[in-house]
């Protein structure tokens, strides 16, 4: 009872965080600001049963217009009558947004420890916290994903109406970005994962053969997502591209650095979860054991970083962007300081692969099966704190699941010309959800172990809760002009 009051009572003040927030943006930035110039107007035109009509330089598809169509027909309903379809309605879809997307983590994470923190936390990214105020794409875009997946883990419907509902929720979800298609790769193969039984498990290529035998042996779950690939191929081929406008700015390319910069997030946004002195004492005790290795990779991450580094002409040009600063401030400071980061790359893909390596799906051994089989007859009744305080997640991480979300995050970032931490949200999101704290404690204190867990979430909770803050403060407060806009206040977003 108690964790269930904790969970309602976090949940109810992250929304009165955002929701004061959203209010704030209401108030100070009442014109449609950046992409919200081509969004607002094109779902104007929606709202009043123009679907014919399109604007060229939009690039994504029409999902988020069709969801603000029936939002303000929902709103007429309830009202009684017409509601306008202003800015302020619009907005209002992605602060829903939010509301649902808690709910899912919820119910993906129910009965996990930390249950409570971790909901608000991963719905509390700050990548995506803006766009709760604003009407962006992202939101919703996260929202489907995240439900297609939660229908695939938690198979409430059965397993194949599970993968077919799943893989429907998955096509949806590409209306408001193409690269959804990608993680619906990603779900599918959660999916077939899922039906590999663990005790067949025994190392990365029997992991493969058994993902392939259960592809054929779970057909009636795999064809949906087949469809949806199929549909997707249909699209692009139609289209003559993914990109339905604007495609002179949004070429394919081979951006492989964008790989170090989502990295580097990864790092930044897990700091409460593994940063410890043993954290950084098994990364040093690593480079020493593999000096070697570790200079060879350096050498090869600077190589990737000099030959395979787009500089987007939005990147140079546009300073309401953060990465328009972090590009100039830090990456490209001197004509040296992109290679120099090199150590800090490695580093961060350290961070991000350490922690789902220790979260990885292991087997228990011989002696261990038959202790748990001891302790269970000889158990007479089973009580709450039985199946309670586990620290596990609702799936842990296997070779499989690990391989695909890195295939499926390159797939995504690295065709993309433009920095952008905005698409960083979907494969954080998943990475979040895959991992758990560090078992190292803050501080070398053995007294701290049993607190460990829920300290760190309260930690991330926190952190993410001040980010978010700052993000808004710095939009809301900090504002500049162009000469070319002398009466337009420009503010600063990701």
Known sequence: MAGSNSISLLSHLTVIVIRSCFQKVTNVVRKPFIDEIFHIPQARQYCRGRFDVWDNK???????????????????????GEFKCDTNTLRDINFVGFVVLQLLIFYLQKGTTGNSYSTSSISLNPLITLYYSLFYTDVWSTVFIV?????????????????????????????????????????????????IDPK????????????????????????????NFGL???????????????KQNHVFSV??????????????????????????????KLLRQNIISTIISWAVIALLVHYFTVVHPFLLADNRHYTFYIWRRIINLTAYSRYMLAPAYHFSI?????????????????????????????????TEEDFADEGEDPIKPTFITIAALSICTALTLVPSPLFEPRYFIIPFTFWRLLVRPSDSTLFENESLKKTNNRTRLLFELAYFVAFTYLLYEVFIQYTFKWPSEPLEYQRIIW
Do not use: C
């Open 58 to 80: 939009i690039t994504t598809p029409p999902g988020l217009y069709w969801l603000g169509y029936v939002w303000v027909k929902i709103l007429a309903v309830l009202n009684g």
């Open 147 to 195: 439900a297609s997946y939660v229908v695939i883990v938690k198979q409430p419907f059965g397993k194949y109406r599970s993968a077919t509902i799943s893989a429907f929720i998955g096509l949806a979800s590409v209306t408001f970005r193409q690269t959804n298609i990608i993680w619906n790769a990603l779900i599918l193969a959660t999916f077939i994962d899922q039906q």
């Open 200 to 227: 067949d498990r025994t190392n990365s290529f029997s992991d493969i053969k058994l993902f392939i035998a259960e592809t054929w042996r779970n057909i009636l779950g795999v064809l949906p997502f087949a469809i």
């Open 232 to 246: 997707f191929l249909a699209f692009v081929y139609t289209n003559g591209g993914i990109t339905l406008g604007d």
């Open 255 to 284: 951006h492989i650095a964008q790989l170090f910069y989502f990295t580097s997030f990864v790092a930044m946004l897990s700091i409460p979860l593994w940063i410890s002195p043993s954290f950084f004492l098994g990364y040093l």
């Open 350 to 382: 350290y961070v991000t692969f350490k922690m789902l390596a220790d979260n990885i799906l292991s087997l228990p051994n011989e002696q261990e099966i038959q202790q748990q089989e001891t302790e269970y007859e000889q158990k007479e009744r089973f």
